[in-house]
């Protein structure tokens, strides 16, 4: 009896580490700039590569940042070398992880089972 119960703790521990839920956490940045931005992403991404290049025209939302978690917010995720170069054609402008961070603090996350979601949305962005 005794090799049973311990069979079947360790059957229930096993399924419940195996069914962990896995959560997409995306950020966005839409462009209110009223022009088409160039981004380059660094360090953006758990799920594929770290450098990406991004066209986003105006109006349009871009992926800025996108991450698989077991749970955690994509606050939490961001690492302190990320970066984000968005470009148009008066200048540029770069968000660190640190100050990414900074502006996802005040966006509403959108939640849809297990897709999360944080649309950075002002003008603040624009170069």
């Not at 069914?19 to 991404?45: D, F, P, W």
């Not at 100050?99 to 966006?107: A, E, I, P």
């Amino acid at each position: 009896m005794i090799k049973f119960a311990g069979f079947s703790l360790l059957f229930i521990s096993l399924t419940i580490c195996a069914t962990q839920q896995v959560y997409n956490n995306h950020v966005y940045v839409e462009n209110r700039c009223g022009q088409a931005l160039e981004m380059k992403i660094s360090n953006g991404s758990n799920l594929h590569t770290q450098l990406r290049n991004v066209k986003s025209a105006a109006g349009s939302r871009a992926l800025v940042a996108s991450f698989a978690s077991y749970g955690e917010d994509v606050i939490e995720q961001i690492p302190a070398n990320y970066s984000l170069k968005i470009t148009d054609t008066v200048g540029s402008k770069v968000i660190d992880g640190a100050q990414l961070k900074q502006r996802l603090s005040g966006v509403e996350k959108i939640s849809d089972g297990t897709q999360r979601e944080w649309t950075i949305n002002d003008t603040s962005v624009c170069p």
